[in-house]
């Protein structure tokens, strides 16, 4: 296998050369990369040698069938370069439907979700929060109390940040020198993002455009730092590169299965490592104080919240149907506004989202969905297995169909 890893890793590179957006962190030999920018490999020769390098895939040894990582290894690697191949098709101009995209990038496809789900949520949000006028406008007044005063974000994130590790280091040993920073940005189609740098440590940027809530502190601080994005990618550079010598995971290419797993684990591991009620505390009890809102409150708008929650489903729904061309974006804005209950300047924000993520979006929700499952599945609910299970995948190359 390591004769197909050192090759793919270029691949991505070279495919990197012709879409700003595709490679999402590197940390192998930096001549790579001066050699895949001085060369510029056209689509059609990406395409030639991905094709090559999935019909050499060796077959494994009966050795390596009793190493469980091996196995994932090999099915990974096989399923990486298919999704390169389909990303070098798009880049060629080839139309996917938003499905066939999801399917040929990550692994997946997103159920559907009808009308009448996002009904039936948004009832059962109207009773929380009684009164007149448009639900999304006393959603949106609602909310209003819960945004956190500008000054103290960088406070807030700085102890979220600080709970997440400690919850995290208590179940898995880290590096001693594993770190990252924080920098505020704006004029971002995300809201957060994790840019892994190798070496340990992440450079984590917080999109500022818009105002941010409390229950962001949270999500943000285990979504891109611990137990998220960057103890995944810690733990697979310290078990899969440095330990066992394969090439491959010192590239992540962003339009790849390997980011299902990535946002999905990064999604559950909020709840892993701040379980039901134990969220609930830590905010009322240290971030509402911290950022002068009313900590009373902080039950409602946790009941508020998860209701609000189940309707990420509409982001697949909007982006399903306006990148299909069903709809137009000021269709598509609309439509989140109402079953998304997002501002009309977020949903906007969101369709931008769209456009440069395109079937990305799935990777949050379903691969929440899928990850929580697989855990459940294996470790049932106890905190302590659930932890185990959580680290076991972080740290081995499993493809989403791996999870079902
Ligand atoms: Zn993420």
């Known amino acids: 296998m390591d004769g197909i890893a050192e090759p793919y890793v270029k691949l991505v590179l070279a495919v990197g050369q012709h879409d700003a957006d595709y490679v999402d962190a590197f940390y192998g030999p930096p001549e790579w990369k001066t050699e895949a920018e001085r060369r510029t490999m056209p689509l059609a020769d990406v395409q030639a040698e991905a094709s090559r390098l999935v019909a050499d895939i060796p077959d494994l040894s009966a050795a390596d069938r009793v190493d469980e990582l091996a196995v994932l290894r090999r099915d990974f690697l096989k399923r990486q370069l298919e999704a390169v191949l389909a990303r070098v098709r798009m880049l060629q101009g080839a139309k996917l439907s938003f499905d066939e995209e999801s399917q040929a990038l990550y692994d997946a496809v997103a159920p559907t979700h009808p009308e009448s789900y996002f009904a039936d949520t948004l009832e059962a949000i109207d009773r929380e929060l009684p009164g007149p006028g448009p639900l999304a406008e006393r959603y949106e007044a609602f909310r209003q109390r819960f945004v956190i005063p500008p000054d103290r974000l960088s406070a807030l994130f700085d102890r979220a940040i600080a709970e997440g590790r400690r919850r995290t280091l208590q179940h898995v040993a880290l590096p001693p020198d594993e770190h990252f920073t924080v920098e505020y940005v704006k004029n971002k189609p995300w809201s957060g993002y994790n840019w892994y740098q190798g070496g340990y440590r992440s450079l984590i940027q917080v999109n500022t455009d818009l105002p941010i809530y409390i229950d962001r502190a949270v999500d943000l601080a285990c979504h891109e730092g611990y137990p998220g994005h960057h103890v ?82 509409a982001g697949n729904e909007a982006a399903r149907r306006y990148l299909n061309g069903d709809i137009d974006r000021a269709a598509a804005a609309a439509w989140l506004t109402k079953n998304a209950m997002s501002s009309p300047k977020a949903s906007e924000q969101r369709t931008r989202f769209f ?37 076991r995948l972080l740290a081995s190359p499993r493809l989403p169909s791996g999870l079902r």
């Open 232 to 313: 995944y990618n810690v733990l697979l550079e310290r078990h899969l590169v440095e330990e066992r010598g394969w090439t491959e995971f010192t590239i992540y290419p962003l339009f790849s299965p390997q980011s299902l797993i990535a946002e999905g684990t990064a999604n559950f591991g909020i709840d892993v490592a701040l379980p039901g009620d134990e969220r609930l505390a830590f905010e009322r009890d240290v971030l509402f104080p911290l950022a002068g809102l009313d900590p009373s409150q902080a039950g409602r708008y946790a009941s508020v919240r998860s209701l609000v929650d189940r309707l990420s489903y």
């Open 355 to 391: 456009d440069t993520y395109r079937s990305y979006v799935i990777n949050y929700n379903l691969g929440k969905d899928l990850v929580r499952r697989y855990i459940e599945t294996k470790a049932g609910s106890a905190p302590e297995r659930r932890w185990e299970e959580f680290v």
